[in-house]
């Protein structure tokens, strides 16, 4: 009953941009924090950026400086703006969303498939 979609992964050249986009659906009642994460083939899923309730960031060192994290809470979605992306960030890309169900009483995560980013030299 909740649905975690991720899009505008895609190839880019190092040095450039992409902004990836995260809509959470379904029988949400509240949303808490979202995040996003990345793994790399043959690497564990790393913790890249968050946004919580109020609005407070936190970033990987890796990511500092170069991506921006934030949200829409009309819209239930959060963004990851990458800028001077790197060979180094290729990774698959994963949303989590901590919410609240209607009608539960425990916050849950949920996530999404994935979208993969590619940085090529």
């Known amino acids: 009953q909740v649905q975690v979609v991720e899009s505008g992964g895609g190839l880019v050249q190092a040095g450039g941009s992409l902004r990836l986009s995260c809509a959470a659906s379904?029988?949400?009642?509240?949303?808490?924090?979202m995040a996003w994460y990345r793994q790399a083939p043959g690497k564990q899923r790393e913790l890249v950026a968050t946004i919580f309730s109020g609005g407070t960031t936190t970033y990987a060192d890796s990511a500092k400086g170069r991506f921006t994290i934030s949200r829409d809470n009309a819209n239930n979605t959060v963004y990851l703006q990458m800028n001077s992306l790197r060979q180094e960030d290729t990774a698959v890309y994963y949303c989590?969303?901590?919410?609240?169900?209607?009608?539960?009483?425990?916050?849950?995560?949920?996530w999404g498939q994935g979208t993969q980013v590619t940085v090529s030299s």
């Open positions: 989590n969303v901590n919410a609240l169900r209607m009608r539960f009483r425990v916050y849950s995560d949920y």
């Open positions: 379904g029988s949400i009642f509240k949303i808490d924090h």
